[in-house]
């Protein structure tokens, strides 16, 4: 059974993650990127894979707080695989972030789009091996 944390301050988005995933008969727990930051890299443990869902307000309400995120992305990313769900293509502000990611998805509020990438990180994750042996994205080159 894959676990999965969603972080997303959309509850539509969220609600649709978790209906999706609970139908695939996974578990999916989320929060809310406050929550998120002040819960720390604690946040993922006993999850197999962190999707982390950015918006169009993201950048607005957490902008100041770049760095500290980047950090607390890394340190979750070395932990667990990381997939980035975005609203719209917001890869030009994530550019610290990519290296962290498994892989980067563009939804356009498409709910095809969000099914596709749920499939997509199902069938890596369900097939992948023990937590023991992830290698981050940061440690593969």
């Known amino acids: 059974m894959l676990r999965i ?3 997303s301050d959309d ?5 649709k993650i978790t209906q999706h995933v609970e139908a695939q008969n996974g578990g999916a ?3 809310d990127t406050r ?3 002040a819960k720390g890299s ?7 894979c962190m999707i982390m869902v950015i918006d169009g307000g993201f950048r607005s309400q957490y902008g100041g707080l770049m760095q500290e995120m980047t950090n607390l992305i890394g340190n979750c990313a ?3 695989p990381l997939y980035f769900m975005m609203a719209n293509d917001f890869t030009q502000y994530l550019v610290p972030w990519s290296p962290y990611a498994k892989q980067s998805f563009t ?5 095809h789009r969000l099914k596709d990438a749920l499939r997509e990180i199902e069938l890596r994750e369900a097939g992948a091996a023990s937590k023991a042996s992830f290698v981050s994205p940061m440690q593969s080159d």
């Open 11 to 15: 509850s539509t988005v969220t609600n």
């Open 78 to 80: 070395a932990k667990t």
């Open 35 to 37: 929550a998120f930051f």
């Open 107 to 111: 939804l356009q509020g498409d709910d």
């Open 5 to 7: 944390l969603v972080v």
């Open 42 to 48: 604690a946040a993922i443990d006993g999850h197999d």
């Open 29 to 31: 727990d989320s929060l």
